[in-house]
């Protein structure tokens, strides 16, 4: 018998109490999207230019600095569901401070590739995903979490999907999708069974769950418990794009607009990653023995799939998804590393998430150059399936071969470009080095000295892949003129600045550690 | 002894509606093997005394998602065998070995007793962590959960709801988009 009855004392519901102040740079991202979709169908004039790119710029760069004045917080907020601790606002910052950068690389990507009319909707979804992945990186409770990691990649399979006119993009889009929905499905069974052992879905009461009714410790005693570790350690390991679960990456990487890879690559990444780390630590930490194992196989394979089958692709974008997925073998090996590698992991995120925007951003304006004859044309027309299209983007299809007098015809992109291929590289005086030394000593701390060794390998053989790109822009080189390139100043200040940050940060890697020491909670 | 029969018809109603979507040639027939399915959740639901999860299950799943699958076959015009692509035999034979390896994954997480021994197990023993709900008033309970301890993802789904709304519709509309650059020729 249903019984509908109103509530005797409506005072007896403690509706949690919102820390305004602590949540404003997520309510920045998530309510600026509102605000400019709403703003720009009233006032047709607003969607004019640059504009709801320097909005959204603007927006996400507040967002960054309201993060650094909450620089010495650490509490919990809305009744534990989130928590803002130096880990939370080293995420957020990495994530604000992208999206800052995406949004000027797809400045003119938008009106070159026809899509003026969309160009508010591409700004809106790239903010309302990246607060998704901010409530990822501060989630203490897994139905927060999983809600997250929803809002983070349904927005983005969108993005890869909207360039309509691309079938390669369609493709890509559906394959992340439909991979994606599947991975997301097992990511919640993981959660059900988890909550089935312990009753709680926050962090800290799985971790703490004590004792049943029954005075039994349901965290110590139930293989129910594993096998929820297990699917939601699948879960991650797709999001974040670990071999054996990385193959949707090069495809999608390739397939999606060079923004969005960018984007993809760094913020999607890194909130993943940090939302991974976060569950792995707090929730499960007294399983380490059960799932650091797990965690080491996934690292080692995505070490070596990124280096090795990195080496045997010719097509730029799919060489920059393998070497992605190289840096997450980093990534993980920060992860494995519990207490020890949380400040490895923050700085190779923060390190990572700016070179790889940075390289993405390049390989888009490079392509980015005025109208050329119409005989070559046909050079632009490339085979899809049975389907011949006009390649509209024609990065996508870049190869090594394609690079060759680059040096010439780009001098400033290709020299930007170098810099940022030797930090990925771990070339000393850049910031790839600093994060690569720190995550190999996490290891050797932890005495994986296996991993380690791993690593070191991956980096030299990763090495190679990257050499081979500048090779390949520096050495052979035609007879050909300078471009008359036509991109965005906006993508090339935001390229800039991610190439100041690798060198400075490179000799001077001091402000990013302190930023993030004491970050283990 | 009531519940256990209605648990027992239940159960194979759901069991026979899951297997009739996965094994009927007619899409049609499997959408509504699919409401079978999820009707006799409901009744599950109700044995559990959770109503406001059987309505819902009812309204919603055997009700809006059933007649969307539906319209959507027959938007489609695939409402018969012939025009489906059938999956290869080779994709049957893994997808019954992922199907049953997942399938013994999980009876292994819950009947297969971890390092605490039988005691530890939760499908025998029954218990889990927090106390269970007192059910008579499920609907105030689930409004209380969703404004106090549920509240940031009760919000955090709006702005889900927002992409999806927006996705969709920029997704649709940008078909016809500038056509002064050249359109794919499409076969």
């Not at chain 1, 897994?142 to 390669?168: C, D, M």
């Not at chain 1, 999708?177 to 499905?185: C, K, N, Y």
């Not at chain 1, 150059?369 to 027309?381: G, I, N």
Request: hydrophobic residues 55%.
């Amino acid at each position: 018998m249903i019984t509908f009855q109103t509530v005797a004392n409506p005072d007896a519901f403690e509706v949690p109490i919102v820390e305004w102040g602590a949540l404003s740079p997520l309510l920045i991202m998530a309510l600026a999207p509102i605000l400019l979709v709403t703003v720009s169908s009233v006032v047709p004039s607003f969607k004019k230019a640059s504009l709801p790119t320097v909005y959204t710029a603007g927006a996400a760069l507040l967002s960054a600095a309201v993060t650094a004045t909450l620089w010495s917080d650490n509490r919990l907020l809305m009744d534990g569901a989130l928590t803002i601790d130096r880990f939370t606002l080293v995420g957020w910052l990495i994530i604000a401070v992208g999206v800052a950068a995406i949004a000027m690389l797809l400045d003119n990507y938008i009106v070159k590739q026809g899509y003026f009319e969309q160009i508010i909707e591409w700004n809106v979804l790239l903010m309302i995903s990246a607060a998704g992945g901010m409530i990822v990186v501060a989630a203490q409770d897994l139905i927060v979490l999983f809600v997250g990691i929803e809002v983070l990649s349904i927005a983005t399979y969108v993005l890869v999907g909207l360039h309509l006119r691309k079938p390669i993009a369609q493709e890509a889009a559906f394959k992340y999708f439909i991979l994606g929905a599947v991975s997301s499905g097992v990511f919640a069974y993981g959660i059900a069974l988890v909550y089935g052992a312990t009753g709680s879905t926050y962090l800290s009461e799985i971790a703490t769950s004590g004792r049943n009714s029954l005075g039994l410790n349901p965290v110590v005693d139930s293989s129910l418990m594993l096998v929820g570790i297990a699917l939601m350690l699948g879960g991650f390991a797709f999001k974040v794009g670990a071999a054996p679960f990385h193959s949707w990456t090069p495809d999608v990487y390739q397939g999606a607009p060079t923004p969005i890879t960018a984007y993809m690559a760094s913020a999607v990444k890194v909130a993943a990653a940090l939302g991974f780390a976060r569950v792995m630590h707090d929730a499960f930490g007294e399983f380490s023995v059960d799932w650091q194992p797990l965690v080491s196989v996934l690292a080692v394979l995505s070490l070596v799939a990124g280096s090795f089958i990195g080496l045997a692709q010719k097509n730029l974008k799919r060489i920059l998804a393998y070497s992605s997925i190289n840096h997450v073998g980093f990534i993980l090996i920060a992860i494995y590393a519990l207490d020890e590698g949380v400040e490895a992991l923050l700085f190779y995120s923060a390190s990572y998430a700016f070179t790889v925007i940075g390289s993405f951003g390049i390989l888009m304006m490079m392509t980015q150059t005025e109208p050329v004859l119409a005989e070559s044309d046909d050079e632009k027309m490339v085979m899809i399936g049975a389907n011949k299209i006009r390649n509209l983007e024609s990065a996508d299809g870049m190869t090594l071969d394609d690079l060759a007098g680059a040096s010439k015809r780009h001098p400033l992109l290709a020299g930007l470009f170098a810099v940022l291929l030797f930090s990925q590289a771990g070339v000393p005086f850049t910031v790839g080095f600093w994060a690569k030394l720190q995550a190999i000593l996490a290891a050797v701390s932890v005495e994986a000295y296996l991993l380690a060794g791993f690593a070191i390998l991956a980096a030299v053989v990763a090495a190679v892949l990257y050499l081979r790109i500048v090779v390949a822009m520096y050495l052979k080189s035609d007879d050909s003129e300078p471009a008359r390139t036509n991109y965005s100043k906006l993508s090339l200040i935001a390229v800039v600045a991610c190439v100041l940050l690798t060198v400075g940060l490179g000799i001077y890697p001091e402000p990013l550690s302190d930023l993030v020491t004491n970050a283990g909670s | 002894m009531i519940d256990v029969v209605v648990f027992g018809v239940s159960a194979i109603i759901v069991l026979g509606g899951a297997l009739g979507v996965v094994l009927s040639k007619n899409p049609v027939r499997a959408a509504l093997s699919l409401v079978a399915s999820f009707l006799a959740v409901a009744v599950l639901f109700v044995i559990q005394q959770a109503h406001f999860l059987a309505l819902v299950q009812v309204v919603v799943y055997g009700g809006a998602i059933v007649v969307l699958f539906l319209f959507v076959i027959m938007l489609l015009g695939v409402d018969k065998v012939e025009d489906l692509d059938l999956p290869e035999r080779s994709q049957v034979v893994a997808g019954i070995v992922s199907g049953l390896a997942f399938f013994g994954l999980i009876c292994a997480g819950l009947f297969v007793s971890g390092p605490g021994g039988d005691e530890g197990n939760v499908a025998l023993t029954g218990q889990i962590g927090r106390n269970p709900i007192d059910s008579t008033d499920d609907i105030n309970q689930l409004a209380a959960d969703i404004f106090t301890r549920n509240l940031v993802p009760f919000m955090a789904t709006a702005l889900l709801l927002t992409i999806a709304t927006i996705g969709a519709v920029v997704m649709v509309k940008n078909s016809e988009a500038d056509s002064s650059l050249p359109e794919a020729e499409v076969n």
